[in-house]
């Protein structure tokens, strides 16, 4: 079931807005998964993970739910930011009716659906095995390389076409399976660690030589993941984007440090040596065949760019809704209010290009508080998985890291397949098992 979950999600949650069809499938299908996996975990099938863990999914949970609730109008009217609802209301000669905290009810429910697939994926990953959550993760990377061979398609018809999966999308640019080339890049550079943990021995026991690997030669498991590395940098050089190329280097950094830990120090020079040459010669070729259009991108012509000139006014804006938000999902009616005519084009600013200061508009001090807490969890769950927990733990933690920094001037976590990806991400963290520890499965 996780497996269907993560095609279907992959197929169609590449988008974060214009596909409710597809995304309405893929909460469908995750039901059944929630379901099952919540049975598990009642009836002790599946390991539980830590209160503290179940206690935070509650209040990511609870959020969207608090926002929707009905208020009264002695309470929602003196609420900080609902005096255009009142002055609407005036001019239309309309009584006072109950209404919810959020400005944007239909877009906070929505957000509150999109939810299910995340928790069904991070419910259902708590009962996987090792092997398993493996052989999952192999398939999030065949995923990924589907969507670099459409990509070559979409490269080949700038002009759009059948190999676009959405109509909104960046045309001319290696989309993949995504609608943004952002996202792409994000998705690849998350999958990097997750690849490298793959190239290590199960149980950590030491650097065991793979059956078909010659003393002194190179693991054949090492030759896949520079070969996923390799094209994944070749793709970023097409991507171009920015996000994508700086994080680069932390991303093969990260990779390095999952195998290194997984041998306990003790990697092969050979399989090291394979590795590292295999990253820089597809450095190396878009250097040579992509570098002047990489630069563009970093160029004077871009430091206006809209979203460091929106993010002032995103700030002011969130100001006069604390300490309770606007609402998930109300970015766009927001930011329309109080956008100035100066930053008004063709470009549709539908995000805030920066999760957490969008999150800071709609979630105001609770949905802040609720990432701190998250963050805590984070830090401490992936310094146990460095200090004593599993490859896919520790590569788990990296993943998570990398997504959180593109998030600082983008807006991954707002598409259906990074929220999934995170998810299993965040469950192969919940309860990492200490290296060497045998696997049973439930």
């Known amino acids: 079931m996780a497996v269907l979950l993560t095609a279907a999600v992959a197929i169609c949650g590449g988008a974060s807005r214009e596909n409710p069809i597809r995304l309405a499938a893929v909460e469908l299908l995750a039901l059944p998964v929630a379901a099952v996996a919540v049975r598990r975990l009642a009836t002790g099938e599946a390991r539980r993970p830590p209160t503290a863990t179940l206690i935070l999914l509650g209040l990511i949970l609870i959020l969207p739910i608090l926002q929707l609730v009905p208020l009264p ?58 092997p398993r959550a493996r052989r999952l993760v192999i398939l999030w990377l065949a995923l990924a390389v589907l969507g670099l061979a459409l990509g070559l398609a979409q490269v080949a018809s700038p002009g759009g076409g059948l190999a676009y999966p959405y109509r909104t999308t960046n045309l001319g640019s290696l989309v993949g399976l995504f609608a943004n080339r952002n996202h792409e890049a994000g998705f690849l550079l998350a999958l ?96 040579v065949f992509g570098l002047t259009p990489i630069l563009d991108r970093f160029g004077p012509r871009t430091s206006g760019e809209m979203r460091f000139e929106a993010w002032p006014y995103v700030a ?45 508009l709609e979630a105001g001090w609770l949905g802040a508080a609720i990432l701190a807490l ?44 990074m929220m999934v990806l995170f998810a299993f991400c965040c469950a192969l963290l919940a309860a990492p098992r200490r290296e060497g520890q045998r696997e049973v499965p439930p």
């Open 73 to 130: 109008p002695a309470i929602w009217t003196v609420l900080p930011g609902q005096a255009p609802r009142l002055d609407a209301l005036g001019l239309a000669h309309l009584r006072t009716p109950w209404l919810p905290m959020s400005l944007a009810p239909a877009q906070t429910a929505a957000m509150a659906l999109a939810l299910i697939p995340p928790v069904a994926m991070f419910l259902a990953s708590l009962s996987l095995d090792r």
């Open 192 to 287: 990097a660690p997750l690849a490298a943990a793959l190239a290590t021995p199960p149980t950590g026991r030491g650097p065991r030589p793979h059956p078909t690997e010659r003393p002194g030669g190179v693991d054949p498991r090492l030759w896949l993941l520079g070969a996923f590395i390799g094209l994944s940098v070749v793709a970023l050089g097409v991507i171009r984007s920015r996000a994508g190329v700086i994080l680069a280097g932390p991303a093969i950094l990260a990779a390095l440090a999952v195998i290194w830990r997984g041998s306990r120090g003790r990697l092969r020079w050979g399989s090291a040596v394979g590795f590292a040459l295999v990253a820089a010669l597809a450095a190396i070729a878009v250097a």
């Open 316 to 360: 002011a804006a969130a100001e006069r809704f604390l300490p309770l938000g606007a609402g998930l999902g109300s970015f766009d009616r927001v930011f329309q209010s109080v956008e100035p005519l100066g930053l008004v084009s063709v470009t549709y600013f539908n995000h805030a290009h920066n999760d957490y200061l969008e999150l800071w």
């Open 374 to 417: 998250f963050l805590l969890w984070l830090i401490a769950r992936a310094l146990s998985a460095w200090r004593e927990g599993s490859g896919l733990a520790r590569a788990a933690s990296a993943a998570i890291m990398l997504i959180l920094a593109e998030s600082a001037v983008d807006y991954p976590l707002r598409t259906e397949t």
